[in-house]
């Protein structure tokens, strides 16, 4: 059974740092192609970023240069770095292990509030 269990949300000032963790079970993490994904209220979920099985990362024009992804294969978690923080990155943020329509699985989320 694949779980992801996210941590590491929480508020923090414009300008702040944020390391959200996922912790997988059930799956390697090294082998497969991970996510994380954002849903601001009222907005639809997007990408933020990807690291794929040989670790190359991609991100989206509006967090590159200022989020980071990256795994450590040994306690099977992929992390966020997030710095440089704006009221605009706040959201819920989550893990996701997207192989086929049949092998989609998504975190419960963690919330990010990005307020002075």
């Known amino acids: 059974q694949v779980q992801l269990v996210e941590s590491g949300g929480g508020l923090v000032q414009p300008g702040g740092s944020l390391r959200l963790s996922c912790a997988a079970s059930g799956i390697i993490v090294s082998i497969n192609t991970m996510h994380w994904f954002r849903q601001a209220p009222g907005k639809q979920r997007e990408l933020v970023a990807t690291?794929?099985?040989?670790?190359?990362?991609n991100y989206p024009d509006s967090v590159k240069g200022r989020f980071t992804m990256s795994r450590d294969n040994a306690k099977n978690t992929v992390y966020l770095q997030m710095n440089s923080l704006k009221p605009e990155d706040t959201g819920v943020y989550y893990c996701?292990?997207?192989?086929?329509?049949?092998?989609?699985?998504w975190g419960q989320g963690t919330q990010v509030t990005v307020s002075s």
């Open positions: 690291i794929t099985r040989n670790g190359g990362t």
């Open positions: 996701r292990l997207f192989r086929n329509s049949l092998s989609d699985y």
